[in-house]
T-cell receptor
């Protein structure tokens, strides 16, 4: 399974962009990169996923490095509701485990 | 569409008691997972299943058992509860292992005293 490294915590001001990094240097060529977030007292919820090129959806953007050893989740305008723990998960093709790392706790300041 | 439903939401067990945490999904997903989350920590995979009749161990399987007799249900059994099993338990399901998002239940908060 690919290993991930994320900062333990980050802070952002409300309505400013947030860049959440994830290092996954052991990822293989067919591993998708999934991002989830967990709001306080709730189960994780899906944010976005991608393979090689950058991806956008209504919640966020995902920028994947050309060598695929790292990725960055981008929240374009942080709101108080975005305060959560964000997890980066490489999903290895051919295995069925879904392993969460320790994640990054995002604090949004009003 | 209910998604992933976990019951009960809360439970207090005495040391040595047993219980089953229920998980049901109505999305016809093949893959189902059980996680535990200790206070202030990340999620740890307990067991997972790739379809009815097929289960496998995750990162922390000791003290737990699972079964998967139908596509919809994936119960988690705790035998001889211990204080170390005090945690929040999450069940999740997804259709495909790499491409699809996983859907999580709201969790079961278990306290063993």
């Amino acid at each position: 399974d690919a290993k991930t490294t994320q900062p333990n915590s980050m802070e952002s001001n409300e309505e400013e962009p947030v860049h959440l990094p994830c290092n996954h240097s052991t990822i293989s060529g067919t591993d998708y990169i999934h991002w989830y977030r967990q709001l306080p007292s709730q189960g994780p919820e899906y944010v976005i996923h991608g393979l090689t090129s950058n991806v956008n959806n209504r919640m966020a953007s995902l920028a994947i490095a050309e060598d695929r050893k790292s990725s960055t989740l981008i929240l374009h305008r942080a709101t108080l509701r975005d305060a959560a723990v964000y997890y980066c998960i490489p999903t290895t093709s051919g295995t069925y485990k879904y392993i969460f790392g320790t994640g990054t706790r995002l604090k949004v300041l009003a | 569409n209910a998604g992933v439903t976990q019951t009960p939401k809360f439970r207090i067990l005495k040391i040595g008691q047993s219980m089953t945490l229920q998980c049901a999904q109505d999305m016809n997903h093949n893959y189902m997972y059980w996680y535990r989350q200790d206070p202030g920590m990340g999620l740890k995979l307990i067991y997972y299943s790739v379809g009815a009749g097929i289960t496998d161990k995750g990162e922390v399987p000791n003290g737990y058992n699972v079964s998967r007799s139908t596509t919809e249900d994936f119960p988690l059994r705790l035998e001889l509860a211990a204080p170390s099993q005090t945690s929040v338990y999450f069940c999740a399901s997804r259709q495909q292992p790499s491409l699809d998002e996983a859907f999580f239940g709201q969790g079961t908060r278990l306290t063993v005293v």
